[in-house]
């Protein structure tokens, strides 16, 4: 079992690092297509991706009115995240979106878990939410409520508290469906939804972009999304919602580091001063 997790946790550092690079990719093709545009070719792509991968584990495919609810509240709130990052990517920066995603949404992950389940909070527990909220004030930049109202911070903040929820849903998910099938129906669903929404929005015109393109797409929803999500529900479902989601402080590092070296962007200093504030959060949230 400790060798089971030991490997689910070097799968979680890949997928990290998978989702850092995410970023940069969703930045770039912002520049180029609609919304609608660059949803449905995401999780069309990223559907396909999952045939070698349900060829190579070869599981058996299960479904049962459980199953089919978890499934059903999931892709619904994949695309929901997909749409506000799309949309905060665009007026704000890959960096500063991935920072502010990435350490709420495990603060979040905690809250609700404690709401949910009514789980008594220790003082440590206590002292680790405030200085969350400590960090989130210097990463959302609150000392001027306009900046942030006008700003892309407030879908940052949004794309934190719908996956929050989309790691809870994944963990108790697993007592259903296989965590590869759950990835795979969750894509199937988003793509047909997002092709009924966005059919007469030129969904063709993709084959006029260049390379760049074609190369970020490719990596956001096959290895950003694909390979780095399916490794997430999977340790999610083997080590618990609370401890996968603390994996999600090593997104920033990652993203901002790309963000810098791919598309030339300045790293703030209220960035990393709110971002260190919230990881050492993290951190105390998820200490024994």
């Known amino acids: 079992m400790k060798n089971e997790a030991k490997t689910y946790k070097y799968l979680l550092l890949l997928a990290m690092l998978l989702w850092g690079g995410g970023w940069t990719a969703l930045k770039i093709l912002t520049y180029t297509q609609t919304i609608e545009v660059i949803v449905f070719w995401r ?4 559907s396909l991706s999952f045939i070698p991968i349900l060829y190579f584990f070869n599981k058996p495919i299960t479904l049962n009115r459980g199953a089919l609810v978890y499934i059903g509240s999931s892709s619904v709130l994949n695309i929901l995240f997909m749409v506000f990052s799309f949309i905060g990517i665009s007026a704000g920066s890959a960096g500063s979106g991935s920072v502010i995603i990435t350490t709420f949404s495990p603060i ?11 789980k008594h909070l220790n003082k440590v527990q206590y002292i680790a939410l ?3 909220l400590v960090g989130g004030f210097v990463l959302l930049e609150l000392d001027d409520i306009s900046l942030f109202l006008n700003s892309s911070n407030i879908y940052f903040l ?20 296989h965590p590869i099938h759950y990835s795979f129906f969750i894509s199937i669903v988003a793509t047909i939804s997002a092709f009924i929404y966005g059919y007469d929005a030129g969904l063709l015109s ?40 603390s994996f999600m402080f090593l997104v920033p590092l990652f993203a901002l580091f790309s963000a810098w070296l791919v598309l030339d962007e300045s790293i703030e200093l209220h960035i990393i001063i709110g971002g260190l504030v919230s990881m050492l959060a993290v951190y105390y949230l998820n200490k024994k």
């Open 108 to 118: 979040l992950t905690f809250i609700l878990f404690a709401f949910l389940y009514k």
């Open 130 to 132: 405030t200085l969350g």
């Open 206 to 245: 993709v084959f006029d972009e260049g390379l760049n393109f074609w190369i970020s797409l490719i990596y956001l929803a096959v290895f950003g999304q694909a390979v780095a999500t399916t490794i997430f529900f999977m340790a999610s479902s083997k080590l618990g919602s609370q401890t996968t989601s």
């Open 43 to 46: 999780f069309f792509l990223m």
């Open 158 to 177: 949004l794309c934190a508290l719908v996956w929050a929820g989309v790691t809870l849903l994944s963990q108790h998910s697993a007592k259903h469906i």
